[in-house]
């Protein structure tokens, strides 16, 4: 049995580039005992996954250099050795970039087919699902009335997030890339504004114009100037999750802007950066939630899928050029259930 694998090739200094990465054949070595032959169906690209390429101190490791690059993958058992996961089964986990996985079993977590479509696994009921209901409702607490701007309102998280805080009762303002994004936020996900920062010559006063009432709870996916603007209107004891910097991913220089803490101290506001796993006790009750309200038609999902193995890097790479809207994913496989 052979498997195709994506290496990290060199450790990318500024958006990465197809040179970043390589791929190769290679043989997979003879089944033993307790493990699984799977086959990738589904492979997740996340922004996270650029700090990992680098070697500087994170909160995950970084990847090494010569080897796969892996994150969250959903696959087929297609030969087992393992009494716990018997051949047809499906499972998701963090996993190499490779198109047949051997693995232990260790970290892998059965889902059922039959509840959703699988790459959901991937997104809202995956990460980015339980990211976006964790860091809005925990950190960001909004109540009825209140408005929520969310940066990177068209991907994966920012999606999730605009919604929720819609169910909550709060006038919600996203801010995406393209009028294509912000018409689908409007439009199909209620969002009350949207706002274009590619064609909107002066941010801070579309934002101000976009909320009336100030600023009380800020999803932050981005950073950068867009951030500074929004927090140029936050009200008193306003709260900010800061889930993601995308903007900053492949600075090769420490960019430089407004002080914030004058404005936290003024404000008395909360600002709190955050990862998903930070909540894993809290994970049953957000997938509960998350899928009660797609159950219920209050959550809308969208995903961009690329097909083909071969376009990992291109997909990865189209996340810093706004090419998504939702969650993006490759599809590698056909599950052979269905």
């Known amino acids: 049995m052979k498997t195709r694998r994506i290496l990290l ?6 958006l990465p580039t197809d040179n970043t990465f390589k791929f190769t054949e290679d043989e997979l070595p003879e089944l033993q005992d307790g493990q699984v032959l799977l086959k990738a169906l589904y ?26 690059i892996a994150g969250g993958v959903i696959a087929e058992v297609t030969e087992s050795r393992s009494s716990q996961l018997p051949k047809g089964s499906v499972v998701i986990g963090n996993l190499p970039w490779q198109t047949y996985i051997i693995a232990d079993g260790k970290g892998l977590m059965p889902i059922d087919p039959n509840l959703a479509p699988l ?63 912000t018409a689908y936020l409007k439009h199909e996900l209620g969002f009350d504004e ?11 006063a579309a934002l101000a114009a976009a909320c009336p009432n100030g600023v009380d709870v800020y999803f932050d996916n981005v950073g950068g100037e867009i951030s ?30 407004p002080r914030v803490e004058p404005v936290l101290l003024k404000t008395k506001s909360l600002m709190k950066g955050f990862i998903v796993s930070d909540y894993a006790d809290r994970f049953g009750e957000a997938a509960a939630g998350l899928a009660g309200w797609l159950k219920e038609g209050k959550l809308k999902y969208e995903e961009t ?18 090419e998504n809207i939702g969650k993006l994913l490759v599809k590698v496989a056909e599950y052979s259930g269905k």
């Open 43 to 68: 492979i997740s690209v996340d922004p996270y996954m650029r700090g990992r390429m680098s070697d500087a101190k994170s909160y995950v490791p970084p990847y090494k250099l010569h080897e796969p």
């Open 194 to 204: 949207a706002i274009n920062y590619k064609t909107t010559a002066d941010i801070q």
């Open 9 to 14: 090739n060199e450790r990318p200094k500024g």
């Open 119 to 181: 790459s959901y696994h991937l997104g809202i009921l995956g990460m980015p699902g339980l990211t976006a209901y964790c860091g809005l409702l925990f950190i960001g607490d909004p109540k009825p009335g209140e408005t929520v701007v969310v940066s990177g309102a068209a991907g994966a998280v920012g999606t999730v997030v605009g919604q929720i805080a819609k169910i909550k009762g709060c006038r919600v303002v996203g801010i995406a890339g393209s009028d294509d994004k």
């Open 305 to 322: 899928i690329a097909e083909g193995f071969d376009q990992l890097p291109h997909a990865f790479l189209g996340l810093f050029k706004g």
């Open 228 to 257: 500074d603007a929004v927090y140029s209107l936050l009200n008193n004891f306003a709260r900010i999750a800061v889930c993601g910097q995308i903007s900053l991913y492949n600075a090769t220089s420490q960019p430089m802007g």
